[in-house]
């Protein structure tokens, strides 16, 4: 059987996330961006989610974070982004040290390929 391998590691995107909507969605499309430039495919449920899902809505907000977390435990690595941990990353990093899912930073992602940091391409 011949083994299926992806071309791009996927990475599930985090941040400290600021609370307003239209920000919060520019942020996470900038940061996804960053993380494809570098040669990974971003998965970032702040990007998406809010697009079906009414996060006032207790069941709903709990099923948004199931959801997270199943997409957290399928990536390899945990990107780390913005300038900021609160305790959403926190639980983030929990859960990919939990199940042995690297965890770095944009920054540190944009270093090793030699682009430099994420601010100097404007995000």
Same mark, same amino acid.
């Given at each position: 059987?011949?083994?299926?391998?992806?071309?791009?590691?996927?990475?599930?995107?985090?941040?400290?996330?600021?609370?307003?909507?239209? $920000?919060?969605?520019?942020?996470?499309?900038?940061?996804?961006?960053?993380?494809?430039?570098?040669?990974?495919?971003?998965?970032?449920?702040?990007?998406?989610?809010?697009?079906?899902? /009414?996060?006032?809505?207790?069941?709903?907000?709990?099923?948004?974070?199931?959801?997270?977390?199943?997409?957290?435990?399928?990536?390899?690595?945990?990107? =780390?982004? +913005?300038?900021?941990?609160?305790?959403? $990353?926190? /639980?983030?990093?929990? =859960?990919?040290?939990?199940? +042995?899912?690297?965890?770095?930073?944009?920054?540190?992602?944009?270093?090793?390929?030699?682009?430099?940091?994420?601010?100097?391409?404007?995000?």
């Amino acid at each position: 059987m011949e083994e299926t391998r992806m071309k791009r590691p996927l990475a599930y995107i985090t941040a400290a996330w600021s609370g307003i909507p239209e $920000v919060d969605m520019n942020l996470a499309a900038n940061f996804c961006r960053s993380a494809y430039e570098a040669g990974l495919a971003p998965i970032c449920p702040k990007l998406y989610l809010p697009l079906f899902l /009414n996060d006032s809505v207790p069941g709903e907000h709990k099923d948004g974070i199931d959801m997270g977390r199943d997409m957290l435990k399928r990536s390899r690595m945990l990107l =780390v982004c +913005g300038d900021s941990v609160d305790e959403d $990353v926190k /639980n983030d990093i929990a =859960v990919a040290a939990r199940y +042995g899912i690297a965890a770095t930073t944009l920054e540190g992602i944009m270093d090793v390929k030699g682009q430099g940091s994420p601010d100097s391409a404007g995000y």
